[in-house]
């Protein structure tokens, strides 16, 4: 059974301006999706309606094939949430928020949370407030991973932390997902983190689902074309084909990225536009993600 | 064990590693019966999913690299003579593809090309035994 199943996901907060409009998303046990898209996109509604935190105003959300606001208690039991805005109790200690955790959930693993707390090295004694914005987060990885939860959520769990610090929450849940096999949806901005983590990866572009593939067809079955830019009107001959997701026009060329590997992008170039001089290579998530939320479709 | 990982290569991590695998057999790095690491550490190691790592060890283990007998570790397998040769030409082969890819996009002539990489070897072998 799927963890998560999303159908028609249909979200606005301001009339005729829908922030999600019709979005998909379903994943399997032990699947790791990286979450893409530009600020404001949709990411965390996504990731609120997923959970429960907020009402889809049309589709349906099943989580463990329950429903989110019908079943809250036993959704959140199996589920851990970690977000960049977190706020935890300013004026308890990391102990107490610890114990308040603990309390909440009878599946919790005392070995586990002793483990990361030594390896967070953060003072159980010291007071909330008075933590860096990377050991608060840890504090929050600790709390969301120790109920052994089923899913997890992270929504840009890396933002605003250093080098070391997102290297640490990263293998931290590497290693929720070898001990547990626990599925993990997480929204990010540093892309090589994603492909680092994610088996698949889906990127939300103008309120729907642009992208939906595995890292790997990423890497090896999309392309970046370089065309050069005569005759004119050559980007809206290659925005007409049904495999071309974008284009940016620069100064030199077009840049196109395709639902092609190279070889079959430079071919269909060829054979449909008659330029052979075009340049096409495979591309990291990147210089794939700033094609294709710096162009136009 | 010698491996590294660009995530942002646009070389998929579990190809990286295939790659690299490789090469370390070819040049003998690697020894037959050679344990390499469980899954689970080279994943905690490179900070990549452990099912990239597992892919990876699976493709070895079909193209018939690496051998897994029950219980214990995955080992480097032993290849005869015929097949290591093999094996070091196609690393050598995967690794000229961007030269050939630039000495074609430079407009190099076929003996150009060929008497630069004559150079480069003689350079790099005189300065090993230097």
Redesign the interface.
């Known amino acids: 059974m799927n963890v998560l199943e999303m159908y028609d996901i249909h979200r606005s907060f301001e009339a005729g301006v829908p922030v999600l409009d019709g979005v998909d998303l379903t994943m399997a046990p032990?699947e790791?999706v990286g979450l893409l898209g530009r600020n404001g996109a949709g990411k965390t509604t996504l990731i609120h309606i997923a959970i429960g935190m907020l009402h889809q105003q049309r589709g349906t959300v099943k989580i463990f094939g329950l429903d989110p606001h019908r079943q809250p208690v036993e959704v959140k039991r199996r589920v851990g949430f970690v977000s960049e805005n977190q706020i935890l109790p300013a004026f308890l200690n990391v102990h107490e928020v610890v114990e308040l955790h603990r309390g909440l959930f009878s599946s919790w693993d005392d070995e586990m949370a002793r483990e990361l707390a030594t390896r967070f090295a953060i003072p159980a004694n010291a007071r909330i407030k008075t933590l860096s914005k990377g050991q608060a987060r840890q504090v929050a990885l600790l709390c969301a991973l120790c109920h052994r939860p089923e899913l997890l959520l992270l929504d840009e769990p890396a933002g605003g932390l250093d080098a070391l610090a997102r290297?640490e929450f990263?293998?931290t849940a590497?290693?929720a997902?070898?001990e547990t096999g626990t599925t993990i949806l997480f929204s990010s901005h540093y892309?090589?983190d994603v492909?680092?983590?994610?088996?698949r990866v889906v990127m939300l572009h103008e309120s729907k689902v642009l992208i939906d593939n595995s890292?790997?067809e990423l890497?090896?079955s999309f392309s970046i074309a370089l065309v050069p830019h005569r005759p004119q009107g050559t980007s809206d001959a290659l925005l007409a084909l049904p495999e071309c997701l974008g284009v940016r026009r620069r100064t030199d060329a077009v840049h196109a990225v395709f639902r092609l590997d190279p070889d079959d992008a430079c071919a269909l170039i060829a054979a449909r536009l008659g330029i052979t001089d075009a340049r096409c290579?495979?591309?990291?998530?990147?210089?794939m993600f700033i094609e294709i939320a710096g162009g136009e479709r | 064990m010698l491996i590294v990982v660009d995530?942002?290569?646009?070389?998929?991590?579990?190809r990286q590693v295939m790659d690299q695998v490789r090469f370390h057999i070819a040049s003998g790095l690697l020894q037959p019966g050679d344990e390499l690491p469980a899954t689970?550490s080279l994943?905690?190691e490179?900070?990549?999913?452990?099912?990239?790592i597992s892919k990876a060890y699976n493709l070895l283990e079909r193209d018939g690299v690496l051998e897994r007998r029950p219980g214990r570790p995955l080992v480097v397998r032993e290849l005869d003579p015929e097949e290591l040769e093999v094996e070091k030409i196609d690393r050598l082969r995967a690794s000229l593809t961007d030269a050939v890819r630039a000495a074609l996009q430079l407009g190099l002539e076929n003996d150009e090309a060929l008497r630069v990489y004559g150079e480069l070897l003689e350079e790099a072998s005189e300065e090993e035994q230097s």
């Open positions: 032990g790791v290297r990263l293998e590497i290693q997902l070898v892309l090589s492909e680092r983590l994610a088996s890292i790997d890497h090896e290579r495979t591309a990291g998530l990147e210089e | 995530p942002s290569s646009g070389v998929p991590v579990f689970r994943s905690a490179l900070g990549v999913n452990p099912m990239t």
